[in-house]
């Protein structure tokens, strides 16, 4: 991939600061008759070239990532609200210090919500291992999250850990999320359009596990399901951890019960409740 020019790359820059200055005074954005295309960040984000932006969105994580050997990965989904253990310790500490019930008793769930970090990094622990065990590149797997905190961080941690390549696809929101510090920087993407970014995750996943989570969790673990159910998608493991939380939260055999899925659908998800539990369904799927 070759690199812009230093005057390219000026140019750009020059761009965008400009655009800055523009938006920070309340102007409107009025693209540069004068600039070339590429280099005119207010023509790019016009409405008329929104395709435009939806290529780049698809290309720029696709080439990266072929360029690292990112070609299998085990995208691990989650709340973005679950603290790591000493956070959650210490909000509880800081909670009983003020004397507020109503924070006490939410730090104390904090607290015990907090035991999914840790066996989310324990999870990516093993899958690291295991790609550092191999020398065949078609059975190496890496860890993709959405980048941000919470169970996204834990699994990027764990990869991290054991100094492996990790991708982390961050999203950019009103109220904004962070990438986690534990990403393989050049595998640290950020989206605009939501829809891309599942894309992205669906493309190279060999495997897939949500932890507990809310909304956000639910959409991604859900297109899933159906692109493999609709036949759009090959057959995964789709790994649902902490069987108690998910078997409270979705009746799929209330589903299956009523015809709105057919009954071998069941057979898509599998429930897991340790890590070493989640990689084995992977490992013997894959008879690694």
């Not at 939260?249 to 898509?268: K, N, P, R, V, Y």
């Amino acid at each position: 991939m070759d690199s812009p020019s230093p005057l390219q790359a000026q140019g750009i820059a020059d761009a965008w600061t400009d655009l800055q200055a523009q938006a920070r005074l309340g102007e409107p954005l009025k693209a540069d008759a004068n600039r070339l295309a590429f280099a005119d960040p207010a023509f790019l984000l016009q409405r008329e070239t929104r395709g435009i932006r939806i290529q780049l969105e698809m290309l720029k994580p696709d080439l990266a990532q072929a360029a690292l050997g990112i070609d299998s990965t085990v995208v691990v989904f989650g709340s973005a609200r679950i603290l790591a253990p000493d956070q959650a310790q210490q909000r509880l500490v800081d909670a009983q210090a003020c004397n507020n019930p109503k924070a006490i008793a939410w730090a104390r769930k904090q607290v015990e919500l907090s035991s999914y970090y840790s066996q989310a990094r324990r999870f990516a622990q093993l899958v690291a291992r295991h790609t550092a065990s191999q020398r065949d590149p078609e059975k190496r797997l890496f860890v993709c999250t959405g980048g941000g905190p919470g169970i996204m961080e834990a699994a990027n941690r764990g990869a991290h850990d054991e100094g492996a390549l990790n991708v982390g696809l961050n999203i950019a929101l009103p109220h904004e999320q962070r990438p986690n510090p534990y990403i393989t920087p050049e595998l640290c993407f950020k989206f605009h359009y939501f829809a891309l970014r599942k894309m992205h995750f669906m493309m190279r996943a060999k495997a897939l596990i949500a932890f507990p989570g809310g909304f956000g969790t639910l959409d991604e673990m859900f297109e899933m399901l159906t692109l493999v159910q609709c036949r759009k998608a090959k057959p995964v493991p789709i790994l649902l951890y902490a069987s108690t939380f998910w078997k409270r939260l979705i009746d799929f055999q209330m589903l299956a019960e009523l015809g709105t899925i057919s009954e071998e659908d069941l057979a898509l998800i599998r429930y897991v409740d340790s890590p070493e539990q989640a990689w084995d369904e992977i490992a013997s799927f894959y008879k690694l």
